[in-house]
C-alpha cells in the first residue's frame, strides 16, 4: 500500500512539474483578412494540382469572424513504446480566438498528417521560413485551414508536432499509435493548465484529424478515455485505423490511381517500427538492400524537398513489392514477418 501511494505521488508530482516546463511564446496575431485568404485563395493553391481530373466538387468557401493570437509551446513528453528514459521535448502550437470574452470556448485538438519535411508540422505552419530553407505552405496547409476554420471562429486549437517533427531530436514515430497519441496528451494537459492560468475554460473538448493524424485522433481517444477525460466530439478524414489492412492492400492489391508517393509510407512506418518498437535490425530485415539508404533518407527527412522529389522521380513505374525483400513478397510471409 506504501508502495502504491508513493507511485501516485511520484506521478502526480512529475505530471505537475512537466506542465510548468512548458513554455507557451506567442508568435504573432493572424488578422480575419489573413484568415480568409487561408480559406479561400490559399485553398485553391493547394488543390488545384491535388486531384486533377476527378471532378471533384469543392464545398462553399467558409470565412472567419475573429483574429487569432498563435502561440508555439515547448513541452516534454515521452514514448510508453520506449519507456520514461525517453522523455524528451517536442513542440506544437495553440492558436486562441480574440474576441471580447474567452472565458469558456470550445477547445480543438488537431492531429496532423502526413508530412514529408521536417517542418512541415503546426509549430511552423505561421512562420515564414523554416531551418531547411522550404518556405512552402503547402507542407502544412491543413493546420492553416484548421485554424483559420475553427479558431477564426470562436474555438481554441491546439495541435502537437509529434515526435521526431520541427525541432524535435527525437526519432519520428510515424504510425506508432501510443507514442504519438501521448504527445498529444501531453500538449493537453499543459494547454489545459496554461488556459486555466488565463481564465479560460474549455466549454467543450473536440478531437479531429486527417489521414495520418485520422488514426492518431483515434489513439488519442482512446488514450483520453482511458484517464477519464470526457470528449464531447470527434472527427477523422482518410483514416488508416487499420494500417495492417492498408498496407496489404498497398504492396498486394495494387491500383492504377494509387498516389505516386504511397512508396513513402513503407519507408517512413518501416524504420518507426525498428526504433519504437523493434525488433532492432527489422528496417534491413524488410528493405530490399536497393532501396535500403533512399528510405531511410526518407525517413530521416534528409535533403527535403529536392532530395525527395528526386527520389519518387527516380522510382517512378517501381512496383511496390519490389521495395520488400523478395522473400516478402507474398501474402502469407508479409503477414507473418516481424513488420
Known amino acids: 500500500m506504501r508502495l502504491l501511494i508513493a507511485i501516485i505521488l511520484f506521478l502526480a508530482t512529475w505530471s505537475n512539474a512537466h506542465a510548468e516546463r512548458a513554455t507557451f511564446k506567442f508568435l504573432q496575431t493572424v488578422s480575419v483578412a489573413e484568415l480568409n485568404a487561408m480559406l479561400s485563395t490559399e485553398r485553391d493553391h493547394f488543390l488545384k494540382n ?3 481530373g476527378l471532378g471533384y466538387q469543392l464545398p462553399p468557401v467558409s470565412t472567419a469572424s475573429n483574429g487569432v493570437d498563435i502561440y508555439i509551446v515547448k513541452y516534454w513528453s515521452h514514448s510508453p513504446d520506449l519507456g520514461i528514459q525517453s522523455r524528451t521535448m517536442v513542440s506544437g502550437i495553440l492558436a486562441l480566438p480574440r474576441i471580447p470574452n474567452r472565458t469558456n470556448i470550445p477547445l480543438l485538438s488537431y492531429q496532423h498528417g502526413t508530412a514529408w519535411g521536417k517542418y512541415g508540422v503546426p509549430s511552423y505552419a505561421f512562420k515564414t521560413s523554416n531551418p531547411s530553407g ?3 505552405y503547402d507542407d502544412a496547409y491543413e493546420t492553416r485551414y484548421i485554424v483559420a476554420l475553427f479558431a477564426g471562429n470562436g474555438h481554441a486549437v491546439m495541435a502537437a508536432d509529434y515526435f521526431g517533427m520541427a525541432d524535435a531530436r527525437s526519432d519520428e514515430a510515424y504510425f506508432i499509435k501510443r507514442s504519438t497519441a501521448q504527445t498529444s496528451y501531453d500538449l493537453y494537459l499543459d494547454v489545459r493548465q496554461y488556459l486555466r492560468s488565463k481564465g479560460v475554460n474549455s466549454s467543450r473538448f473536440l478531437l479531429g484529424g486527417w489521414s495520418q493524424g485520422g488514426m492518431n485522433t483515434s489513439g488519442l481517444l482512446e488514450l483520453l478515455e482511458s484517464r477519464g477525460v470526457s470528449v464531447d466530439a470527434a472527427f ?5 485505423s487499420d494500417t495492417f489492412a492498408v498496407f496489404n492492400a498497398i504492396l498486394f492489391h495494387p491500383r492504377a490511381r494509387d ?6 509510407l513503407l519507408a517512413m512506418t518501416i524504420f518507426s ?3 519504437y518498437m523493434g525488433p532492432k535490425g527489422l528496417a534491413k530485415a524488410t528493405i530490399n538492400p536497393v532501396y535500403f539508404q533512399g528510405f531511410k533518407a526518407i525517413y530521416e527527412h534528409t535533403g527535403y524537398p529536392r532530395g525527395f522529389f528526386q527520389l519518387l522521380s527516380q ?3 517501381t512496383p511496390i513489392l519490389n521495395y520488400l525483400r523478395p522473400e516478402l513478397r507474398n501474402p502469407t510471409s508479409f503477414a507473418n514477418s516481424a513488420y
Open 236 to 240: 477523422t478524414a482518410s483514416t488508416p
Open 259 to 264: 498516389a505516386s508517393w504511397i512508396n513513402t
Open 134 to 136: 522550404y518556405e512552402h
Open 315 to 317: 522510382w517512378e513505374g
Open 273 to 275: 517500427c525498428d526504433r
Open 50 to 52: 491535388a486531384s486533377p
